[in-house]
Structures are given as C-alpha cells and as structure tokens.
C-alpha cells in the first residue's frame, strides 16, 4: 500500500538534499527561516555537505541516514500539520492520544522514507526558481525547483510551504509532483484504512515502517 507514493517521496528527498554545491560547513543557526526561497537553498546545501563528508560513517551504517535527516532535515518540515492534513475529516471525534501517536510515527517514517531514498543520489543536480517578494500577511508560499537527471527527462516540483503565524518562519509541508500532491496521496491510500480500523492500524503500520533499517541496493 505505501509503495505507491515512493517515487513522490524520493523527489521530495533529492530536491531538498542534491544541490550541486562544493561540500562545506554551514551552521544550522544560520538557515534563515523568515525567506522560504533562501531557507531551501541552505537546508539542501548542509544536507549535501554531511552527505559527502560523511560517506564512510554512512556506508559502515547506513542507518546513519537516518541521523542526517533527523538534524539537518526535520527541523524545517512541519510533519505536525501535514498530518493533521492527512487525518482530515477523521480528526472528528478522535482520541487525542491516538492522534499524537499518529503524529510521532509519521515523523518517523518520513526520517525513515527520506533516509533510504539518499541511498540513491548519484550526483543529481537542481534548480530553484528566482525568489519572488512575499507579502507580510501571506502564510503560504510554492517554491518551484527543477530536478536535472542526465538519464531522465527533468522533472518540476512544487513545494508548499506554510508560515507560522506567531514566529514567522516557514516549514514545508507538502509537494506536487507531475500534478500528484504527496498529502493528497496519501489521504486516499490511508482514507478507507482509518475509517475501517481507526487511527491506531494506520499509526502500527507507520511504526512497522519507520523500524525498517537502511539498506544500499546491490548496482546491477
């Protein structure tokens, strides 16, 4: 059931973390939050860098992934709206409880998703559309990048992030890809499961999920 959204996924992944950057060190405390355009540049940017610099810690222990997406990753993806999203109209009624356990295994299984997708990069490269002026009283923003594969037709993509209201930074929390959002993805392959079985069956098939450990495939 999960493996329909793979593809979206691994886009997600590589336009967030293969900028084609020369590897150095960039302090987290720098990614400026308040401009969603300069926050992807420099989340990719670090990303890419403990990629390279940490090449052997990975390939020792893949699970490692894992870690980098969790630090460098995470903080800049609002997981906790894009699962409320998700829970949509199932959020009537629901045991708080229940919901906030949705929650946390849903972070995990993107560390996870996002993690095995790096598995994959191959020196992918991409570009960012120009920054456009954001009005003050606007609180969600797309930021288009482009996907260059040489063996693969270009792909476009488009993030959506959302501004908080309290502090004024940005999160992403979706992406379209090929006019397929990943939130409305998911809603219908999780609608039927949670009406069915309820929340807990979908939040113990995302834990199931996010334990998977991290696994390189055999190059053929």
């Known amino acids: 059931m999960m493996k329909g959204i793979t593809k979206i996924i691994a886009l997600l992944v590589f336009a967030l973390a293969s900028v084609n950057l020369q590897a150095k060190t960039v302090e987290t405390k720098a990614i400026d939050t308040s401009d969603p355009y300069q926050m992807m540049h420099q989340v990719a940017e670090i990303t890419f860098a403990r990629l390279k610099a940490e090449q052997t810690q990975i390939h020792n222990d893949p699970n490692h992934l894992k870690m980098i997406v969790d630090e460098e990753m995470m903080p800049y993806v609002n997981y906790q709206y894009a699962a409320l999203k998700l829970l949509g109209p199932n959020l009537r009624g629901a045991d708080k409880q229940e919901v906030g356990a949705f929650i946390e295994e849903f972070r995990a299984y993107l560390i996870t998703s996002y993690a095995q997708v790096l598995t994959q990069y191959s020196d992918q490269k991409i570009q960012f559309e120009q920054a456009q002026t954001i009005a003050e009283d606007r609180r969600v923003v797309n930021v288009r990048v482009e996907i260059i594969d040489r063996s693969r037709p270009n792909i476009k993509l488009d993030f959506t992030l959302l501004k908080n209201r309290k502090?004024?930074?940005?999160?992403?929390?979706?992406?379209?890809?090929?006019?397929?959002s990943l939130l409305?993805?998911?809603?219908?392959?999780?609608?039927?499961?949670?009406?069915?079985?309820?929340?807990?069956?979908?939040?113990?098939?995302?834990?199931?999920?996010?334990?998977?450990?991290?696994?390189?495939?055999a190059k053929k």
Request: aromatic share 8%; charged share 35%; hydrophobic share 30%.
């Open 184 to 217: 409305s993805s998911k809603q219908s392959e999780w609608n039927t499961k949670i009406r069915q079985d309820g929340i807990p069956a979908v939040t113990k098939e995302l834990t199931e999920l996010a334990k998977k450990d991290i696994t390189f495939e």
């Open 167 to 180: 502090n004024g930074d940005w999160k992403a929390y979706d992406m379209t890809a090929e006019g397929i």
